[in-house]
């Protein structure tokens, strides 16, 4: 990835949402995503590292589509260390590896704020990726400033 590594976080699912039909169920294969797709809200928080350092805490409102497809639409905050949020927006897609619980993650990252020490954010495009492991719950993203 081109472009400067702006933050580094680690992640933990602290809750999932479904509506209708289980999402372990599906990676289990016990379940097919149905034709109409399945949505999940994944509650997820954790640490940051880099520029931006402190805490992240939000929700993802996935969507599974049948053809493998996960589409993202993420919504959280990062809270510095010195108690500044700076509000995080993104969408993206994970997709899942064969035969395996992890999903590589793409993001289109929006920051915005309007405390002055981080307005840098406000004007820049930030490209996230990472992966997800769904059998651990664990998130690992490297967000990078275009």
């Known amino acids: 990835m081109t472009g400067d590594k702006i933050y580094e976080y680690d992640l933990d699912i602290t809750g999932v949402?479904?509506?209708?039909?289980?999402?372990?169920?599906?990676?289990?294969?016990?379940?097919?995503?149905?034709?109409?797709?399945?949505?999940?809200?994944?509650?997820f928080e954790g640490?940051?590292?880099?520029?931006l350092s402190g805490r992240v805490r939000g929700?993802?409102?996935?969507?599974?589509?049948?053809?493998?497809?996960?589409d993202l639409d993420?919504?959280?905050?990062?809270?510095?260390g010195g108690g500044l949020r700076i509000a995080l927006s993104?969408?993206?897609?994970?997709?899942?590896?064969?035969?395996?619980?992890i999903a590589d993650l793409c993001e289109n990252v929006t920051l915005t704020t309007a405390a002055?020490?981080?307005?840098?954010?406000?004007?820049?495009?930030?490209?996230?990726?990472?992966?997800?492991n769904l059998a651990t719950g664990k998130i690992h993203i490297d967000g990078y400033m275009q």
């Not at 509506?19 to 994944?42: H, T």
């Not at 993104?90 to 619980?101: F, I």
């Open 74 to 80: 993420i919504r959280a905050a990062i809270e510095t």
């Open 47 to 51: 640490n940051t590292t880099g520029r």
């Open 116 to 132: 002055a020490g981080f307005a840098w954010v406000n004007t820049h495009q930030i490209w996230g990726v990472g992966s997800v």
């Open 17 to 43: 949402t479904d509506y209708g039909v289980d999402m372990e169920s599906i990676l289990a294969g016990k379940e097919r995503v149905p034709p109409q797709g399945a949505r999940f809200d994944v509650a």
């Open 59 to 70: 929700v993802d409102y996935l969507r599974m589509r049948g053809d493998g497809r996960i």
């Open 90 to 101: 993104a969408d993206g897609v994970a997709v899942l590896r064969p035969g395996e619980p």
